[in-house]
């Protein structure tokens, strides 16, 4: 069974940092392309970043240039820095796992992000 558990979440201030980390079992983690998504009060869930296999990584354009998303196989564990924060970047934050061309996907149960002075 895969099992995802995300960790890193809190408070924050604006211009704050925080590092987000989703370890993995249960699944080859290596072959799998990792994302992160946030999902505000009243908005849709939305792709902040994705790293794939082969460590090539793909951001939303709110986030380009603060966020960066890696990954190591030998944790089964993906990391997604967050610097310069923002109000706006409240939400919880996401993390997914999927194998292209197949209907496996999975989330973890989410950890909050708040960025409030």
């Known amino acids: 069974q895969v099992q995802l558990v995300e960790s890193g979440g809190g408070l924050v201030q604006p211009g704050g940092s925080l590092r987000l980390s989703c370890a993995a079992s249960g699944t080859i983690f290596g072959r799998a392309v990792m994302g992160w998504f946030r999902q505000a009060p009243g908005k849709q869930r939305e792709l902040v970043a994705s790293?794939?296999?082969?460590?090539?990584?793909n951001y939303a354009d709110s986030v380009k240039g603060r966020f960066f998303v890696s990954r190591d196989n030998a944790k089964n564990t993906v990391y997604l820095q967050m610097n310069s924060l923002k109000p706006e970047d409240t939400a919880v934050y996401y993390c997914?796992?999927?194998?292209?061309?197949?209907?496996?996907?999975?989330w973890g149960q989410g950890t909050q992000v708040t960025v409030s002075s």
């Open positions: 790293i794939t296999s082969f460590g090539t990584s």
């Open positions: 997914n796992l999927r194998f292209p061309g197949t209907s496996a996907d999975y």
